[in-house]
Nanobody
Framework: QVQLVESGGGLVQPGGSLRLSCATS????????MSWYRQAPGKQREFVAI???????NYADSVKGRFTISRDFAKNTVDLQMNNLKPDDTAVYYC????????WGQGTQVTVSS
């Protein structure tokens, strides 16, 4: 069983930055990969970024060059640094861990608005 808790969401103006954090209940050494997804109102949940156990990263085209996923083995967290935020980035952001099966966090709201 893996429990995930996201934090760091909030309201930010266009062009601003936010850093989301996902805390895990187990060592991230024991997790196959971790990723971030988001779901905007009225839309399906979509992939944002992933980091594998080997450290390989991949991003959705819509966030490439603006978002960076990283992990902290000491804190057992996976972060998502989001820069140059746009109104279209407004969504609930979810952390997902794969350790044989998938585990999801409860989500954190990100609102980009002037």
């Amino acid at each position: 069983q893996v429990q995930l808790v996201e934090s760091g969401g909030g309201l930010v103006q266009p062009g601003g930055s936010l850093r989301l954090s996902c805390a895990t209940s187990t060592s991230i050494f024991n997790i196959d990969d971790m990723s971030w997804y988001r779901q905007a109102p009225g839309k399906q949940r979509e992939f944002v970024a992933i980091i594998t156990s080997g450290g390989t990263t991949n991003y959705a085209d819509s966030v490439k060059g603006r978002f960076t996923i990283s992990r902290d083995f000491a804190k057992n967290t996976v972060d998502l640094q989001m820069n140059n935020l746009k109104p279209d980035d407004t969504a609930v952001y979810y952390c997902r861990a794969r350790r044989g099966i998938l585990y999801w966090g409860q989500g954190t709201q990100v609102t980009v608005s002037s």
